[in-house]
């Protein structure tokens, strides 16, 4: 059996390939897209906010299969009914992984977001390096490695998300478990100088490295990663001549590959011109004063560099006085992880500072600065990217940021400016559509800000059309593809495979053709949910050439 991957490297004529996923996508992550919140008459099932559960919720809803997370509740709350009504409205069935009050401030709380959050963006100083949650955190590891272990068969894929279960691995392998395994990183991952500021960096790579396949947001994580290898763990060694690298440890050898997540872009734009998402906007803009519409939407974290942005704002108003009365920023912030100290002070520091340009700069009929604290449903959501004229997606450091991506899908009129920060995922890729900033130069800030409210109708929607363009294009499905695409190179490493079962399905056939100039493969996949035509060029992009119903 040839692969795809090294079938590239093979420069000789026709050549053929098949893969085959016989069993079913086994998806795991700390969060399930679902969250099961007490209230006084009982409990309810919310949406789950963040990038992973948008993106994975979208990108599975016509696949079989299981979701294995925490749904956001402990051992002694009876969620079954709940979880089985969920589940029931799905494609796929939903396994929840409870976690002790214990476990959530140490491993959820602790390990994962005082620790592995701020260091993988780039914040050493954030981090409380406690001992003891390196405790937990290996065991609710072994927990979600051991809930998986029961779930899934050999023919399956166990696709794991996320910095909260990178030792996972490493679980199920001693728990006998040979079906092949991916890993995908949802956040940066960070240069050999901050990373190895973790005491326990040697073991974390270790573990990653029993997975078949690691997927990372940008070439630069992707860098990052080889570079901490290079340095902590040299007895790892690195092959490149493959389409993408390959880390052989002690017999055992791991694809690394980029694959920059989307969003569903599709239904995000049908949605958008539903007549009730237009009504809705209108109504935000006709109560809203002012003619530019500024919007900021995060989960209320420090990576997103919200004071910072405030205060860009603020230097707008102060240096551009034309501008006030005329432009109005709306924030919108999700509550987050508000048990961690870090997250609690920037509640206040972020109040105090809407507060504060409040102050400074209200006058009669215009509020510079609307502020909502709540999860809004998604019509609500569209009506404001829809309302908006500009977008102002700033964090400090981010994966990918889907908010910037969202903006755009929903803008289905041209009428909106992106202003994006270069140091998420989503600044490189939307640059030539959107306006790139430094979050930390307000100047820069404040400046673009003027800029998009000043620009030209035609300016914004050339740009606009070709941000549309790259975020239709690069759209979950195809990093669902793609992703799962890369596991041929990792069967080579010696993974497991049996007979087939009615889950997810996703055959190729790979072949040459000479007839195309710059296209290194032409891949069929064989499944009514997948895109029947597609090739990936001698650049190693994959570039559709045919549609599938209920594909983009
Ligand atoms: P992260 O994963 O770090 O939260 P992303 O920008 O990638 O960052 O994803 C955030 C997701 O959460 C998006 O899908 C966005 O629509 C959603 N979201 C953020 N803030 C809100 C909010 N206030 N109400 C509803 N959804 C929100
Ligand atoms: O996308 C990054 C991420 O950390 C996801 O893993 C997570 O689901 C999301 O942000 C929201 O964070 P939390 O699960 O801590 O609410």
Redesign the pocket.
């Known amino acids: 059996m040839t692969n795809i991957a090294t079938s590239t490297k093979e420069s000789t004529a026709r050549m053929s390939a098949s893969r085959v996923i016989k069993g079913r996508v086994i998806n795991v992550s700390n969060r399930l897209p679902i969250l099961i919140r007490k209230h006084a008459g009982g409990a309810r099932v919310e949406r789950s906010?963040?990038?992973?559960a948008?993106a994975l919720e979208a990108g599975w809803r016509h696949q079989r299969g299981v979701w294995i997370g925490w749904a956001g509740t402990s051992p002694e709350q009876h969620i079954d009914p709940l979880l089985l009504k969920a589940s029931q409205d799905r494609s796929y069935t939903l396994r929840s992984v409870s976690l002790t009050d214990d476990e959530i401030a140490k491993f959820y709380s602790g390990f994962a977001n005082e620790i592995i959050w701020p260091l993988f963006h780039d914040m050493p100083s954030r981090c409380n390096f406690d001992p003891e949650y390196w405790e937990i955190y290996q065991r609710v590891n072994r927990k979600f490695g051991r809930v998986t272990a029961e779930t899934a068969t050999d023919d399956d894929f166990i696709w794991v998300h996320d910095y909260h279960l990178m030792l996972t691995a490493s679980a199920m392998r001693q728990a006998g478990v040979s079906a092949p395994m991916g890993f995908f990183l949802?956040t940066p991952f960070p240069a050999p100088d901050i990373f190895e500021k973790l005491p326990w960096k040697k073991p974390i790579l270790r573990s990653l490295l029993e997975f078949d396949v690691i997927g990372f947001q940008s070439d630069h994580d992707r860098e990052n990663f080889a570079a901490c290898l290079e340095r902590l763990l040299p007895e790892a060694t690195m092959e490149s001549g493959s389409r993408r690298p390959q880390v052989r440890l002690g017999g055992r050898r791991t694809v690394i590959g980029t694959f920059p997540i989307g969003i569903d872009f599709d239904e995000f734009t049908r949605q958008a011109a539903e007549p009730a998402i237009e009504e809705h906007s209108a109504e935000i803009r006709r109560r809203l004063s002012g003619d530019t519409l500024v919007l900021g939407?995060?989960?209320l974290?420090y990576?997103?560099g919200i004071p910072e942005r405030l205060k860009s704002f603020r230097l707008l108003l102060r240096r551009f006085p034309e501008q006030r009365g005329h432009i109005t920023l709306v924030q919108?912030?999700?509550p987050s992880r508000e048990e961690i100290p870090n997250y609690k002070h920037l509640r206040r520091e972020v109040e105090l500072l809407v507060s504060q340009i409040n102050g400074e700069f209200t006058e009669p009929g215009w509020v510079p600065v609307h502020y909502?604290h709540?999860?809004?449903g998604r019509e609500e959501?569209l009506a404001y990217y829809r309302a908006a004229d500009i977008g102002l997606v700033t964090p400090l450091k981010?994966?990918?940021?889907?908010?910037?991506k969202?903006f755009c899908a929903a803008q289905i009129d041209e009428r909106g400016v992106l202003i994006v920060s270069e140091f998420a995922g989503a600044g490189p890729e939307l640059r030539s559509g959107a306006i790139l900033v430094n979050p930390n130069d307000f100047s820069e800030v404040a400046q673009a800000l003027h800029d998009a409210a000043t620009m030209s109708a035609e300016e914004k929607r050339n740009r606009m059309r070709l941000l549309r363009q790259i975020v239709k294009e690069h759209n979950v499905q195809r990093w669902i593809r793609s992703f799962l695409e890369a596991m041929p190179e990792a069967e080579v490493a010696g993974s497991k495979r049996g007979a087939s079962d009615s889950g997810f399905q996703y055959t190729f056939n790979s072949r040459r053709d000479e007839t195309m100039p710059g296209v290194a493969l032409i891949a069929t996949a064989h499944h009514p949910k997948v895109r029947p035509r597609y090739h990936i060029g001698s650049d190693a992009k994959l570039r559709v050439l045919g549609k599938a119903s209920g594909e983009d």
């Open positions: 906010s963040g990038g992973l948008t949802h939407v995060d989960r974290d990576t997103k919108v912030v999700v909502i709540r999860n809004l959501l981010d994966g990918m940021n889907l908010v910037a969202e």
